[in-house]
């Protein structure tokens, strides 16, 4: 049976450009010297294979309707080839963090191709201390933050050599579903198109009734920012293809310890680890704005158990108190701001039907993100935000890949809207990996951003103690 695709989705699908590539990628590094078996490109390739019944979407393809009237469908590929999803490259010499992440960045730089089903992976060898990378690359239309990180322990294994063989093929192989015909969808899409202006009217509705809840919020003593309230810096311009990847990695317990000492949150700790590095970035270059830079933070509005496909999030915008000197009062600010955040985000969500992307028919979505980009908006309009910030909660817990142990994984969102830069944060064992990915032209010395990360910590533990009975 085909799945229509929601309104979000088909915005992923349709937004698409040239710069903005929608697709959400890790970085998963194995160390093979520790493995209890032979770590290679064969062996990957068989052990993908042999799970990919447990993971349907990625045996779904994109099936578009007639003249885009309609949010296309997901329909079942006749045959998952996984040649055409397996890449083998290896890093050039000396293989060291600078050339995976500028290698990372020509990878995720290049779209997925819509004939197939939506992924890829890379399996990068040279890699200087002997390990491997593995590059996955799936589009956001079908996978979020948290349905990606349960996908990635799917695809892994909670030992080293599992004593039940979780990745057999199925005993019995269900028929392929009936493809939708294209007159079929034709038929619905003339008919979905015929209700967009009842739809406009409703989106009108809700957007007076949000507004109307959004101005008791709007009186507080820290009102939360509202989209294109952001400072512009060099980082929130027009958006080129090219991508660059930067990482690090700090401990979870220093980020815990800052949590219990100022009764904040974790979330409120990555952000204000992440305002550090990105103050410190700006100081350095001359142009940290008066304004507080403004982060886009994804909010997962999955219920307990809901493991559907494709995207559910929402964008909640926090101040990153960037103009502010101290780093626990940073830290505070920040603490207090996203609170304000959560209560807008949530009243927001108390009154929706529908969002534009369900409103407007998926042509009209590629129209207006291809005048968007001809127009050069980016340029012209205040930015929407300064950078996205995820934060992914991950395993505490060892995984393993093929028989060998996983020693880090590394996120990327997408880039949108003349922003630049992305950061993703994911929590694994005791540790937290943080990926950079951003527009080359932009932040072209983006390592500066990774390394500010750890001094960023260093300075928040500092000025930080465990209350008493803690």
């Not at 590929?77 to 050039?92: G, N, T």
């Not at 996978?143 to 019995?172: I, K, N, Q, R």
């Not at 996203?338 to 969500?349: D, I, P, Y």
């Amino acid at each position: 049976m085909a799945h229509r695709v929601s309104g979000i989705d088909a915005a992923f699908l349709y937004g698409e450009t040239p710069s903005w590539h929608m697709h959400v990628s890790a970085v998963v590094v194995v160390d093979p010297s520790r493995g209890v078996r032979p770590f290679t490109f064969e062996s990957f390739a068989e052990h993908i294979g042999s799970r990919l019944h447990l993971v349907p979407q990625f045996g779904w393809k994109i099936m578009e309707v007639p003249l885009g009237l309609d949010r296309p469908v997901l329909v079942e590929a006749p045959e998952v080839v996984i040649d055409d999803h397996l890449h083998r490259i290896a890093l050039p010499a000396p293989g060291g963090p600078h050339q995976l992440g500028n290698l990372i960045g020509d990878l995720v730089g290049r779209k997925l191709d819509r004939s197939r089903p939506l992924w890829e992976m890379w399996f990068i060898e040279g890699l200087a201390d002997g390990r491997v990378a593995i590059l996955a690359k799936i589009h956001h239309a079908i996978v979020d933050g948290v349905t990606g990180s349960e996908l990635a322990t799917l695809l892994m294994d909670l030992e080293p050599d599992p004593s039940v063989d979780v990745g057999g093929a199925p005993d019995v192989v269900a028929p392929p579903t009936a493809i939708p015909r294209p007159q079929d969808l034709l038929v619905a899409g003339v008919a979905s198109a015929a209700l967009t202006p009842l739809r406009a009217a409703r989106f009108v509705v809700q957007t007076v009734r949000q507004g109307a809840r959004l101005v008791p919020l709007r009186r507080r003593e820290v009102p939360a920012p509202l989209p294109l309230q952001a400072p512009r810096v060099s980082f929130n311009a027009e958006l080129t293809p090219n991508r660059r990847f930067a990482f690090t990695s700090v401990p979870l317990d220093e980020v815990r310890h800052i949590k219990d000492a100022h009764g904040v949150k974790v979330n409120d700790v990555v952000l204000a680890v992440c305002s550090g590095a990105l103050r410190t970035y700006l100081a350095g270059r001359g142009e940290l704005p008066d304004a507080p830079l403004i982060a886009q933070v994804p909010v997962s509005m999955r219920s307990d158990g809901d493991r559907g496909v494709g995207t559910k999030v929402a964008a909640m915008f926090a101040s990153l108190a960037t103009n502010v000197d101290d780093p626990v009062e940073r830290l505070l600010a920040i603490a207090e701001g996203t609170r304000s955040a959560k209560e807008m985000q949530q009243a927001l969500a108390a009154e929706k039907i529908m969002g534009i992307s369900e409103t407007a028919p998926p042509a009209l979505i590629d129209l207006a993100a291809r005048m968007y980009t001809l127009a050069g908006l980016d340029r012209s309009l205040p930015p929407l935000m300064n950078t996205i910030i995820s934060n992914v909660p991950g395993p505490s817990f060892p995984i393993w890949c093929a028989g060998s142990p996983v020693e880090a994984l590394y996120p990327m969102g997408p880039l949108l809207y003349g922003t630049g830069l992305n950061i993703t944060v994911f929590s694994y064992r005791q540790q937290v990996d943080v990926g950079f990915l951003v527009c080359r032209e932009l932040v072209p010395d983006h390592w500066d951003l990774a390394s500010g990360v750890g001094d960023a910590l260093a300075e928040l533990s500092a000025c930080s103690t465990t209350p008493q009975g803690a």
